[in-house]
């Protein structure tokens, strides 16, 4: 648990840019990896704002196929291409990503000197590593739309020398098979990594959740349930509710409210409706409902 986990928003706005804002888009680092969080027109200028390295960028989840989530990818693809890159880069979206990457690459004339493959996402964990995952949960908007859930992997407990020398394993390189996970033989007789946990030292990984494009609804509660950090849109203000719920999109305020209600320990803000000029009433609103919040801002990142 010793490495950071990153959260970097590159872009923060709704459906158009403005003079303060890029549209909507985050990254989080963990790990040594870069995940992407929707590409938008204009993300890679944020990028080399923000220090993320597009190069090291392998996995790219999108949400839905609104342009405001999705019109940098093939820009994007084409600088990779520029700089020679020949390894793999994935894109997961919803149903129909395939052809949509297929037709972007086409559009721009572009045919990329590395493998770029394309995942179909359905509810459940679409991505497992050694010490994370990303699960993906449907979203309730005007087309099919996807929330991203990071979460880091528990740790049942911490590795205790005194355990295993009690049990006759000698001080060497078995220690560290033990601490990697790996059964070892002492005189015949099998030890188990877990015989020498001490678990009193358990922690539960980290839980990041991102929620794009959505009128709030139960379905996706259970999947953020207890996130440290949720990341939640909040296109509109309360005044604006009716065309919120016109749009399938979420106020400030009930983004507050799901907050509450899933046990968030922290809310953040963003995909914010240009029509909406100051960011503190994003805040206030969200407050009553839920006390630790905070809207995000381009360029801002987050340690946890
Ligand atoms: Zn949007
Ligand atoms: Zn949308």
């Not at 993300?43 to 940098?72: C, E, P």
């Not at 033990?178 to 030292?201: A, H, R, Y």
């Not at 203000?237 to 749009?247: F, H, P, S, V, Y």
Request: overall charge positive.
């Amino acid at each position: 648990m010793s490495d950071k986990a990153k959260i970097v928003f590159l872009g923060t706005s709704a459906s158009t840019p403005t003079k303060n804002r890029g549209l909507n888009s985050v990254v989080i680092r963990f790990e040594g990896e870069w995940l992407l969080f929707d590409i938008p027109e204009g993300t890679q200028r944020q990028m080399m704002k923000s220090k993320v390295s597009y190069l090291k960028i392998n996995h790219v989840f999108i949400s839905h196929f609104h342009a405001d989530h999705i019109l940098g990818l093939s820009g994007l693809l084409a600088t990779m291409n520029i700089h020679g890159r020949d390894w793999p880069i994935t894109i997961y979206g919803p149903k129909g990503i395939e052809e949509k990457v297929d037709s972007m690459l086409k559009i721009a004339m572009l045919t990329p000197g590395f493998d770029v493959k394309t995942v179909e996402v359905k509810k459940g964990i679409i991505l497992k590593e050694e010490k994370f995952s990303i699960t993906a949960t449907p979203l309730n908007h005007e087309i099919e739309c996807f929330g991203y859930i990071f979460k880091e992997k528990d740790k049942e407990g911490e590795f205790n020398r005194q355990k295993a020398i009690k049990l006759g394993v000698p001080i060497g390189p078995l220690f560290s098979d033990l601490q990697k996970g790996k059964k070892v033989k002492v005189d015949g007789k099998t030890i188990n990594p877990e015989d020498v946990l001490d678990v009193s030292k358990a922690k539960p990984g980290r839980k990041i959740s991102l929620i794009f494009d959505t009128l709030p609804s139960k379905n996706y509660y259970k999947a953020i349930e207890n996130s440290d950090i949720l990341i939640h849109e909040s296109s509109f203000l309360d005044q604006m509710k009716e065309r919120a719920k016109e749009t399938m999109h979420s106020t400030a305020l009930q983004a507050g409210e799901v907050a509450k209600e899933t046990n968030a320990k922290k809310l953040i803000l963003f995909h914010l409706s240009a029509r909406h000029k100051e960011n503190e009433k994003f805040e206030h609103e969200a407050r009553t409902a839920f006390p630790n919040v905070e809207v995000a801002k381009d360029l801002m990142e987050i340690e946890l």
